[in-house]
């Protein structure tokens, strides 16, 4: 699969390189702002990635902070025109919402992700996926069907010749729970079996065993990206939102309850043993 150009990550990336540039020049935002003629709030909510830029306002700022190399005009070009595209997610609005997660995914060169009660979508297979969707909701089966369609088509950063990497911690009661019946979960664990081979995924089952860990208060995602000008956010969904973590010591709690949970869970080999055993007590 050709992994996709995130706009959202692009975005984040213009800004933090205008935003350098402005310092090289020795302007302060206000400064800056009010030699553009622009309020205060518009220069700012550009270098925060909060609002794109147009080619009119990205050429005046050049302009003002005297960007006079070819190249550098050229790859902030670019990045401003892929800034503004649209990714495959788009025609899944619908279904992810306000939720920026699949886009980032797509530009992702590793992701860490704890799960406590579910599969993480990213492993889940069609007939769980329905199962889950039709959980507690009289849905039609078109708008379930519209999720699995939304579902899959993320799945395909896992594949590929550069495919992202996946770190995935899986509580051993998600794995327990008959979402879907015996039959849906023998597949599911059959699955969760075959991707832990995979030389991109490190898939760990944290056991009933570890007792009381550094997870229980809920699920988390960390992406990491490829450019070092792409700094690394988490995730934390709930039924009403979905939270971005930005800020550094914020993703460096992150980071530390997912080293725990690493040091709780089985390793990758221990864990595809107590997937197969886990098949064997399934009645199908």
């Not at 220069?43 to 794109?52: K, Q």
């Not at 830029?53 to 670019?78: F, I, W």
């Not at 025609?91 to 860490?112: K, N, T």
């Not at 992150?254 to 064997?280: C, I, K, W, Y």
Request: hydrophobic share 45%.
């Amino acid at each position: 699969m050709r992994r996709m150009h995130s706009p959202t990550v692009r975005r984040r990336r213009l800004a933090a390189e205008l935003r350098k540039l402005r310092l090289s020049a020795k302007l302060g935002s206000a400064q800056a702002a009010k030699k553009l003629g622009w309020p205060a709030s518009k220069l700012t909510r550009i270098e925060r990635a909060e609002r794109g830029v147009a080619a009119p306002d990205l050429a005046a700022l050049l302009e003002l902070y005297e960007v006079n190399d070819p190249q550098t005009r050229n790859g902030l070009a670019a990045l401003q025109k892929q800034s503004k595209e649209r990714g495959w997610w788009y025609d899944y609005r619908d279904v992810f919402g306000g939720s920026a997660l699949p886009d980032f995914e797509s530009e992702a060169s590793h992701i860490q992700t704890f799960e406590g009660l579910a599969v993480p979508g990213l492993l889940e297979t069609p007939a769980y996926i329905k199962a889950a969707f039709r959980a507690g909701d009289a849905l039609p089966d078109s708008v379930v069907e519209r999720h699995l369609e939304a579902r899959l088509e993320r799945q395909r950063i896992l594949e590929g010749h550069n495919p992202a990497k996946l770190t995935a911690i899986i509580d051993e009661a998600a794995l327990r729970r008959m979402v879907g019946g015996t039959k849906v979960m023998y597949e599911q664990i059959q699955h969760l079996a075959h991707m832990a081979l995979r030389h991109n995924v490190d898939l760990r089952v944290l056991p009933f065993s570890a007792g009381a860990h550094a997870g229980m208060l809920g699920a988390f995602t960390l992406l990491h990206f490829p450019d070092p000008l792409d700094t690394s956010l988490g995730f934390i969904e709930s039924v009403a939102s979905t939270l971005i973590v930005e800020e550094p010591h914020q993703l460096e709690r992150l980071s530390e309850v997912f080293g725990h949970l690493q040091g709780s869970a089985l390793l990758p080999n221990q864990t595809v043993d107590f997937l197969h055993r886990m098949l064997d007590d399934i009645p199908v």
